[in-house]
């Protein structure tokens, strides 16, 4: 943490940081409408009088340091619109397409204060331990588990990912499995390719008019309800909470009254204890006869030696699987017993359509991604947002506008103990706490505070102080 700074701002050059950071032109002649920056900002903005105090009402862009000083390193190629992201904060920002060797890795970490990484790099305990500038660091992926994510919050390290970015790259996908197995395709395309013409409309159906059951209406499947209707289809969907439907779609309240009722079957849900071979020899009897099942959920959720058992006896007319209980690590000729010891039945039957986990596999999802995941880290690094936080708790405050120019915004990382939140209310007792909020998951608590009529001195003295509990993990202060 380099050491606080004055914050009193001569009102010229305020103007002209909301125009920085804001994305804005300074160029007297030329008013510019600003789009939403990464902060969510929206301001209809010129350099007029009138409009330079509209932008003095805007939110203020806190700094924990000067920007050029924060150190950043991407590896795994993290999508352009990340990098973008972070380098137009003027952040110092390294770039690397591959991941590092756990000792080059070691080596970098220890100099930076964000890290972005992808699902390659591990960063476990003993490259945490390391890494003594770290504040955050960014998974531009859906996964967290390369991440030691208990060390990074018992040290104050923020861990971010993006779990929801690749939604409609799945809906779509489910979208062109049900055509898919309605008509066929699968099998007539291999054939194709094994000089076998097969002219067939025996069993191939259109979907307009059709049911579709969807088993868990979140941000997958409510997607999926909203593609479907404009297909001609029926939506009934099951959940187990109560939700808004999209559209004309209807929950119904049993899973087995969705399958009774659905022609298309597609589970949506999380991996979870009950979720775990939600499908099983039951529930295939529960499904309509010659009906579909598709799963782009997790690969615990179906039972699929019961599917192939519901397969061979004709009871489902076709499956679409992209996922399976064993995946492997990286891509290469695995799909077979030693993987799943039913993977060789699976591959014999007909009209299954098998795919590598690619639901979510999409150019559109990886840079949604890198926006996601940049936002978060910048929201993280100049406001101390944790919203979207994995592994700490979710904790955010309205942010400050630049019409309070000798505010700062007290963050305070710290054991969850008893007694905590006395003495550091105690140390910011003097001052005028505009507002506050506290919350705790497991053994940590994160505590932001916004104060008033501070200036350099009471900064560096609070710093101090509360750097001096022994509750503490991390101080920052932001101004
Ligand atoms: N194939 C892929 O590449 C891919 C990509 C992204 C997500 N996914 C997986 O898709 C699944 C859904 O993702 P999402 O983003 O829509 O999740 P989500 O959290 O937005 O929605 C899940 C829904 O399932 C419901 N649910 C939970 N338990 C249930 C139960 N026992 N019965 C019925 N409903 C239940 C929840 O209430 C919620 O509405 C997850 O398992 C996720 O891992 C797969």
Redesign the pocket.
């Known amino acids: 943490m380099s050491s606080a700074r004055d914050i009193k701002v001569p009102q010229e050059e305020l103007a002209h940081r909301v125009s920085r950071s804001l994305g804005l032109s300074t160029s007297p002649a030329a008013p510019i409408t600003s789009t939403a920056s990464s902060f969510g900002f929206s301001a209809a903005v010129g350099s007029t009088p009138a409009s330079v105090a509209a932008a003095a009402r805007a939110a203020k862009h806190l700094k924990p340091f000067a920007t050029e000083d924060i150190k950043i390193l991407l590896l795994e190629n993290v999508n352009q619109t990340g990098r973008d992201i972070l380098a137009a904060q003027g952040y110092q920002v390294e770039f690397l397409k591959t991941s590092l060797p756990e000792d080059q890795l070691i080596e970098k970490i220890r100099d930076v204060h964000v890290i972005g990484i992808r699902s390659k790099t591990k960063l476990t305990a003993r490259v945490l331990k390391e890494a003594k500038n770290l504040i955050v660091i960014g998974c531009f992926c859906?996964g967290t588990n390369q991440v030691d994510l208990k060390f990074a919050a018992d040290n104050g390290i923020a861990v971010f990912n993006s779990?929801?970015s690749?939604?409609r790259?799945?809906a779509e996908?489910v979208i062109a499995e049900i055509v898919v197995l309605a008509r066929q395709l699968g099998d007539r395309s291999n054939e194709m390719h094994n000089g076998t013409w097969n002219k067939v409309s025996n069993k191939c159906w259109e979907v307009r008019g059709k049911t579709l059951g969807i088993?868990?209406?979140?941000?997958?499947?409510s997607q999926l309800s909203v593609l479907a209707e404009a297909m001609g289809m029926n939506v009934i969907y099951?959940?187990?909470?109560n939700?808004m439907a999209m559209g004309t779609a209807r929950q119904v309240p049993t899973?087995e009254d969705l399958l009774r009722e659905a022609d298309f079957v597609t589970l949506?849900?999380?991996?979870?204890p009950?979720?775990q071979n939600?499908m099983g020899p039951k529930q295939f009897d529960q499904m309509k006869e010659g009906s579909y099942l598709i799963n782009?959920?997790?690969g615990s959720?179906v039972d699929i030696p019961a599917l192939i058992e519901a397969s061979r006896a004709g009871k489902i007319a076709g499956a679409a699987l992209?996922?399976y209980p064993n995946e492997p690590s990286g891509n290469g000729d695995y799909f077979h017993n030693d993987l799943n010891t039913w993977a060789n039945d699976l591959r014999t039957l007909k009209n299954i359509i098998l795919t590598p986990?690619?639901?979510?596999?999409t150019e559109e999802a990886q840079s949604a991604i890198g926006i996601e995941v940049g936002q978060a880290l910048v929201k993280y690094v100049n406001e101390g947002s944790t919203l979207g936080a994995v592994n700490l708790p979710e904790v955010n405050l309205r942010s400050l506008t630049i019409d309070e120019p000798d505010h700062a915004r007290v963050i305070y990382i710290h054991q969850n103990v008893p007694g905590v939140l006395r003495k550091v209310n105690e140390i910011l007792g003097d001052h005028n706490v505009d507002k506050q909020m506290t919350d705790s998951r497991d053994d940590v608590a994160y505590l932001m505070a916004d104060i008033s009529n501070v200036d350099t001195q009471t900064i560096k003295d609070l710093y101090a102080k509360l750097e001096s509990l022994s509750s503490r993990i991390m101080t920052r202060i932001l101004y």
Request: without cysteine; proline residues 5%; aromatic residues 8%.
């Open positions: 859906i779990p929801f690749n939604s790259s799945v996908l088993i868990g209406y979140g941000h997958i499947g099951y959940d187990v909470v939700l899973l949506h849900v999380p991996e979870l009950e979720t939600m782009a959920s997790r959720v992209d996922v986990h690619i639901g979510g596999s």
